[in-house]
């Protein structure tokens, strides 16, 4: 059952007026292939702000503990979302990501692994960089810039692709990788402040 296109229709008639989101750089998103989408994390309500503003359905990780309430493991399959394991080394969900990315969808990542309610970008976790590596596919860095308040302005900017061949010919670490992914998204948010 895929219940993505209602989801983001219902979800775009509340978030949209109630924050007045405006999207930015909507043509830099890869029309097919897959894509990384990694952005900044500072809200709950990220993932759905995401996927209503993003041009491609989003398939996003969600903590495990999720599907295993009654209503959420119906509905979360349903809108593209799948189960991680926090705090370990998850090798069915690195196995799920590189599978959806080579099938040509777009995995929504926010490499700072968990919220950051600081207003500042937090350090990347290596995970970005691995599955940019591994994955083969663009990576589109995206900002989100809050704040998150009733009727006041939400951007969500997306960036121009990050080449990541030539870190790949130089065989460049994950941690690296990740770096150049969280400046990018760095950058969006300094250029995009209210």
């Known amino acids: 059952m895929n219940l993505y296109p209602l989801g983001k229709f219902i979800m775009s008639t509340i978030l949209y007026p109630l924050y007045r989101i405006k999207t930015i750089g909507k043509e830099n998103f890869p029309k097919e292939g897959g894509v990384l989408l990694c952005t900044n994390h500072i809200h709950n309500f990220d993932p759905p702000v995401v996927g209503i503003t993003c041009p491609r359905p989003v398939h996003f990780m969600a903590k495990e503990e999720l599907f295993k309430a009654p209503i959420l493991k119906t509905i979360l399959p349903s809108i593209k979302a799948y189960p991680v394991k926090r705090?370990?080394?998850?090798?069915?969900?690195?196995?799920?990501?590189?599978?959806?990315?080579?099938s040509g969808n777009v995995v929504?990542?926010?490499?700072?692994?968990?919220?950051?309610?600081?207003?500042?970008?937090?350090?990347?976790?290596?995970?970005?960089?691995?599955?940019?590596?591994k994955?083969?596919?663009?990576?589109?860095p995206c900002a989100i810039v809050g704040?998150?308040?009733?009727?006041?302005?939400?951007?969500?900017?997306?960036?121009?692709?990050?080449?990541?061949?030539?870190?790949?010919?130089?065989?460049?670490?994950?941690?690296?990788?990740?770096?150049?992914?969280m400046e990018e998204i760095r950058k969006l948010l300094e250029q995009n402040k209210s």
């Open 135 to 140: 994955g083969n596919v663009n990576v589109v």
């Open 108 to 133: 929504g990542l926010f490499p700072e692994g968990t919220r950051n309610t600081t207003g500042e970008l937090g350090k990347g976790l290596a995970g970005a960089g691995f599955f940019a590596l």
């Open 87 to 102: 705090g370990k080394g998850d090798r069915e969900m690195f196995r799920r990501t590189l599978s959806v990315l080579k």
């Open 147 to 181: 704040p998150y308040k009733p009727f006041r302005r939400l951007k969500v900017v997306y960036g121009k692709p990050i080449d990541i061949n030539p870190y790949k010919e130089r065989k460049a670490s994950a941690e690296e990788v990740t770096a150049v992914i």
